[in-house]
């Protein structure tokens, strides 16, 4: 793998990844989408040994991503407003609200209580239905960004 370039004089403006103030939506984000999942562990508690909640969450988050990005980018380029949004509501909110860690985690814990159709179907079906989840944000993130003023067609 190779590093970006480091700024030269005729390039010296910091990346916009490294900007503090981008850096704090990404924060914020993170801190807001991390509540979200907690409150839903809450509201969803564990069934089976199977974290029902980390599943809805993963699949929700999934929707909710690919609606997300593809809304911004039938937008316009990733910059400004665009740029401000996607870093606090996807990578922010979205990586703080879902967890592959947990999802991980989940699974091992259903190997390890021998219950072998939950520990197989959990991974599976989160990642065959975060999948078409992601399909359907898309779908639904490019019609309402047609619908949108300024969204392109």
Do not use: H
């Given at each position: 793998?190779?590093?970006?370039?480091?700024?030269?004089?005729?390039?010296?403006?910091?990346?916009?990844?490294?900007?503090?103030?981008?850096?704090l939506?990404?924060?914020?984000?993170?801190?807001?989408?991390?509540?979200?999942?907690?409150?839903?562990?809450?509201?969803?508690p564990e069934?089976?040994?199977?974290?029902?909640?980390?599943?809805?969450?993963?699949?929700?988050?999934?929707?909710?991503l690919?609606?997300?990005?593809?809304?911004?980018?039938?937008?316009?380029?990733?910059?400004?407003?665009?740029?401000?949004?996607?870093?606090?509501?996807?990578?922010?909110?979205?990586?703080?609200?879902?967890?592959?860690s947990?999802?991980?985690?989940?699974?091992?814990?259903?190997?390890?209580?021998?219950?072998?159709?939950?520990?197989?179907?959990?991974?599976?079906?989160?990642?065959?239905?975060?999948?078409?989840?992601?399909?359907?944000?898309?779908?639904?993130?490019?019609?309402?960004?047609?619908?949108?003023?300024?969204?392109?067609?």
């Open positions: 793998m190779t590093l970006p370039p480091a700024p030269t004089s005729q390039n010296s403006a910091p990346r916009f990844y490294l900007r503090p103030g981008l850096l939506l990404v924060f914020l984000g993170g801190a807001l989408g991390t509540a979200a999942r907690q409150a839903l562990g809450m509201l969803f069934a089976s040994g199977v974290l029902v909640s980390i599943f809805i969450a993963n699949i929700l988050g999934a929707f909710l690919g609606m997300l990005l593809e809304a911004l980018s039938r937008r316009g380029r990733d910059v400004g407003r665009r740029r401000s949004l996607r870093l606090l509501l996807g990578t922010g909110f979205m990586g703080g609200f879902t967890t592959y947990a999802l991980a985690t989940g699974t091992m814990q259903l190997l390890r209580s021998g219950t072998m159709p939950w520990a197989l179907a959990y991974p599976l079906g989160t990642v065959i239905l975060g999948a078409l989840a992601t399909w359907c944000g898309i779908a639904v993130g490019a019609k309402w960004a047609a619908r949108s003023p300024g969204g392109r067609r």
